[in-house]
């Protein structure tokens, strides 16, 4: 069974920073691609960035460019995302998820992708 636990979390003022980690277990993490999303509320689920099985491609929304960095260690089958220059918008339940297919090299901001996900930890930032 996959199972996915993010942590890291919490309330920080803007301009500040949060790292986010989402350890995976159940499949073979080094061959799946794994993505970032965030839902704000009475806001739908919105894809925040994206990484390959191998960590030599990286995607991000727009509205993170330059300021979130994704990355993964597959020796410890976690991924991360490293939040800079935090916005009150950016106030949300981030969830990591893992694709559906090894491998996969298709389109990653679409949820539908992605068939297993994190239960979520809530990013709360202050102005």
């Known amino acids: 069974q996959v199972q996915l636990v993010e942590s890291g979390g919490g309330l920080v003022q803007a301009g500040g920073s949060l790292k986010l980690s989402c350890a995976a277990s159940?499949?073979?993490?080094?061959?799946?691609?794994m993505g970032w999303f965030r839902q704000a509320p009475g806001k739908e689920r919105e894809f925040v960035a994206h990484?390959?099985?191998?960590?030599?491609?990286?995607y991000y929304a727009d509205s993170v460019k330059g300021r979130f960095t994704i990355s993964r260690d597959n020796a410890k089958t976690t991924v991360y995302v490293q939040m800079n220059s935090l916005k009150p918008e950016d106030t949300a339940v981030y969830y990591c998820?893992?694709?559906?297919?090894?491998?996969?090299?298709?389109?990653?901001?679409?949820?539908?992708?992605?068939?297993?996900w994190g239960q979520g930890t809530q990013v709360t930032v202050s102005s």
């Open positions: 998820a893992i694709v559906r297919t090894p491998f996969y090299s298709g389109t990653y901001y679409y949820a539908n992708e992605y068939d297993y």
């Open positions: 159940g499949r073979t993490f080094s061959s799946y691609a």
């Open positions: 990484i390959s099985w191998s960590g030599g491609r990286t």
